[in-house]
């Protein structure tokens, strides 16, 4: 077994729309591992990195200052968007969270639930200039409504 990418990994090709008539391919890698980043990073293949607290507590990286950190670390591996996704249901805590995480790097994209507050707290973020992505869309109506709450990334997952 390799120290870097392996077969419980996952790599995603991604359609992305940013409001424009042009498409765009994107490679984005679930981060599991920093060495699977890296090595990703390396191949030349990595747009960017989407996770969340859960996939890191799965790789011990636990508690609010070390998830923070690791976002950090991940912004000073990969060159591209990364997708720091907020664990708050409400729209405050989404706001307060958020704000955090768009701070801690111009490569933060913040990932918000596709829940009611979600979308509120998308138009909160758009307007004040942080870059969100929403997460959870399971229909072509909820990823209209993110649209036009403002999101500035849709993603859409294809395969691999």
């Known amino acids: 077994m390799s120290n870097g ?3 419980t990994d996952t790599i995603y090709f991604f359609i992305s729309r940013i409001k424009t008539k042009k498409i765009n391919h994107e490679i984005f890698y679930r981060h599991r591992k920093p060495r699977s980043d890296q090595e990703a990073n390396d191949m030349g293949i990595l747009d960017g990195v989407t996770t969340n607290p859960s996939l890191m507590a799965k790789e011990g990286i636990k508690g609010h200052d070390a998830i923070m950190k690791h976002y950090v670390d991940i912004c000073e591996i990969v060159d591209g968007d990364i997708s720091a996704e907020v664990v708050s249901t409400d729209f405050e805590g989404i706001i307060e969270e958020g704000k955090k995480l768009a701070a801690l790097h111009k490569n933060i994209i913040v990932k918000v639930p596709m829940i009611k507050d979600g979308v509120k707290a998308i138009k909160w973020f ?6 969100t992505n929403c997460t959870l869309v399971f229909s072509a109506g909820q990823a209209i409504l993110a649209a036009k709450a403002g999101q500035n990334m849709y993603r859409h997952l294809l395969a691999v």
Request: hydrophobic share 20%; net charge negative.
């Open 5 to 7: 990418i392996d077969d």
């Open 126 to 131: 758009t307007d004040n200039g942080i870059k």
